[in-house]
C-alpha cells in the first residue's frame, strides 16, 4: 500500500530530475534568506549558478550540529518568525538545545512524509495507534501524531512513562498499533505479560523508531505482543521521524527522496562514498522552508541501496543504522553526551576526573551506570557521607539528562588510563 504511489515509485531519471531542480533552488533559496549561508557559501566560491548537476552538490560546504549550535537559537531560519508556526528542539552537548522551525507548508510535507511510512509498514484509517513516545520538544510523538491523522488512523496520544496505564489503554482502547522506541515496547510487553492480560491487547503493528533495533529484539517484540514492527529513521534538524522508514519487505528504510537527498561520506575524509558503502549519512533538504540545510552531516552510519524494492518503491534504502562517528548515546530514546555527565561529575567536591559510562540492557531497558572515582578512598568507610555524594550526584544528572543513572563510587586510581583518547563508554548492549 501507498499513500503518495506516484511520487514513491517514480522512475529514477524522474526523481533525479526533480531532485536537480529542487536542489538549485534550495541552494539560492539559502543562499538568499539565510546570512549564515550566504557567509559559508561565497567563503567555499559556491553561489546557486555553480549547481549544474546533481553531483555538483560536492561543492556545497557541510553544515554540522555546531553551525546550528553557533547560530542559537534563530540563525539558520530561512523565514520570519511570524512564518513559523511550531519549534522543536534536541539536546546538544552544551546544555543549549538544538532548535528547529517550522512553516505551514513544512508541517505538511512533514505529515505526507511520515503518513508514507505508516502505510508503507501497513497503517490504515481503521487502525487505532497509541503514541508513547514523549509530547514535547522531541520530534517523535508530534511527527507520528500528525503523519497518521493524516491517513485517518485514530490518534490515542498517551505519550511516555506510566507503563502500567499505557498497558491498561492497550487492552482498554483497543489499541491495533503502537508508536514508540523499541526497548520501550519490548518493557511494555513484559509489564503486559506480567499482569496477565498479553492475550487481550490486539496489537498488529508497531512503528518504531529513534534509536537502534537489531532484528533479533525486533523479533522479541514481534513475538511478545504479536505484531509486525518497522524501523524508522529520522532527526530533529532534518525534520524528526519521516525521513526512512522500512516497508513490508523491511530489507531497508526508504528515504523520502523527493524531500530528503542523501549522500554516504568517509567522515574522516569527507569524501563521497560509493552506494554500497558503509560511511557516514550527510542529508540535504530539498524542501524545507523554516531551516533548510545543506549537506547536513547525520554522524549515523549507515549505507546506501539504489535497486528497486520488491515492494514497487522507487526510493534509496539505507541501512539500520550502524552506530554514530561521535559518540553520542542513545538511552531509553533520550540522547546522552558524555559531555554532559562529566560537566555533572568534573566540579563536584571529592569526586576526581576518572570516570566510566557503563551501558547496559537490563531485561529490555536500557541502563546507565556511572562509575566515578573519588579522591580520598577513606570515604567509602563513611557510609552515610558516602551515601550523600551518590544521592546528590544522581540527583544531578537527572536534572541535566533527564533519565536514572545508577552511580558507583569507586577507590582512587581503580579505573582504567589511556595514553590516547580515553574510551569512557562501555556499551554492553549489543552483547549476548
Ligand atoms: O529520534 C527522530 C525520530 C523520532 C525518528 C521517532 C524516528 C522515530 P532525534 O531525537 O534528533 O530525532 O535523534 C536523532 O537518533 O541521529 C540517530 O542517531 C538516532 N536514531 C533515530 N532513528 C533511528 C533508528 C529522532 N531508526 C538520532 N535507528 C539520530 C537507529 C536512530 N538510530
Known amino acids: 500500500m501507498f499513500f503518495q504511489k506516484e511520487i514513491e515509485t517514480t ?10 531542480t529542487r536542489l538549485k533552488h ?7 534568506n539565510v546570512e549564515y ?9 559556491v553561489n546557486p549558478d555553480k549547481i549544474k548537476t546533481l553531483s555538483d552538490i560536492e561543492y556545497i560546504p557541510f553544515t554540522t550540529k555546531e553551525d546550528i549550535r553557533d547560530t542559537y537559537p534563530y540563525g539558520l531560519f530561512a523565514q520570519p518568525m511570524k512564518n513559523i508556526v511550531r519549534i522543536h528542539a534536541s539536546s546538544g552537548t552544551t546544555g543549549k538545545p538544538t532548535v528547529v522551525g517550522y512553516t505551514k507548508n513544512d508541517i505538511d510535507m512533514w505529515s505526507d512524509v511520515v503518513a508514507r511510512l505508516c502505510v508503507a509498514a501497513g497503517a490504515t484509517e481503521d487502525d487505532i495507534f497509541q503514541i508513547s513516545f514523549g509530547y514535547g520538544l522531541f520530534t517523535g510523538a508530534l511527527g507520528l501524531h500528525y503523519g497518521l491523522e493524516k491517513i485517518g488512523a485514530t490518534v490515542i496520544p498517551t505519550s511516555s512513562g506510566n507503563t502500567e496505564k499505557q498497558v491498561m489503554i492497550l487492552k482498554d482502547f483497543g489499541t491495533t498499533g503502537l508508536v514508540s522506541t523499541p526497548s520501550y515496547a519490548l518493557y511494555m510487553s513484559e509489564v503486559a505479560r506480567e499482569q496477565g492480560v498479553l492475550d487481550d491487547i490486539k496489537l498488529r503493528l508497531g512503528v518504531f523508531g529513534s534509536e537502534g533495533c537489531t532484528v533479533e529484539m525486533r523479533d522479541q517484540i514481534e513475538k511478545g505482543f504479536s505484531l509486525f514492527a518497522t524501523d524508522n529513521y529520522g532527526m530533529s534538524e532534518l525534520i524528526g521521524p519521516g525521513v526512512s522508514g522500512e516497508c513490508e519487505y523491511r530489507c531497508g528504510m526508504h528515504i523520502a527522496e523527493d524531500h530528503f537527498f542523501p549522500e554516504i561520506i568517509d567522515s574522516k575524509t569527507g569524501k563521497t562514498l560509493d552506494a554500497g558503502k558503509d560511511g557516514e549519512l550527510v542529508i540535504t533538504t530539498l524542501t524545507k522552508e523554516g ?3 545543506l ?6 552510519i549507515s549505507k546506501l541501496n539504489y535497486d528497486v524494492c520488491q515492494c514497487g518503491r522507487t526510493h534509496v534504502r539505507m541501512d539500520k543504522i550502524k552506530g554514530r562517528s561521535d559518540d553520542m548515546l ?3 530514546g533520550v540522547n546522552v553526551f558524555p559531555s554532559q555527565i562529566e560537566s555533572v561529575l568534573v566540579g563536584t567536591q571529592n569526586i576526581g576526573a576518572h570516570y566510566q559510562l557503563i551501558v547496559r540492557r537490563e531485561g529490555f531497558m536500557d541502563t546507565l551506570e556511572v562509575k566515578v572515582e573519588l579522591i580520598n578512598g577513606d570515604l567509602l568507610e563513611r557510609y552515610g557521607e558516602l551515601e550523600a555524594l551518590q544521592n546528590q550526584i544522581k540527583h544531578n544528572l537527572h536534572t541535566v539528562l533527564g533519565i536514572d543513572a545508577k552511580v558507583s563510587l569507586v577507590e582512587p586510581k581503580s579505573l582504567q588510563r589511556f595514553q ?12 549476548k
Request: net charge positive; proline share 2%; charged share 30%.
Open 37 to 45: 549561508y550566504n557567509k559559508k557559501l561565497s567563503n567555499s566560491g
Open 295 to 300: 549537506r547536513y552531516r547525520t554522524k549515523d
Open 291 to 293: 531551516i533548510p540545510l
Open 420 to 431: 590516547g583518547k580515553a574510551q569512557r563508554i562501555v556499551d554492553l548492549r549489543n552483547q
Open 330 to 332: 542513545k538511552i531509553r
Open 11 to 20: 522512475s529514477r531519471q524522474e526523481l533525479e530530475q526533480l531532485q536537480f
Open 26 to 32: 534550495i541552494v539560492s533559496y539559502c543562499f538568499n
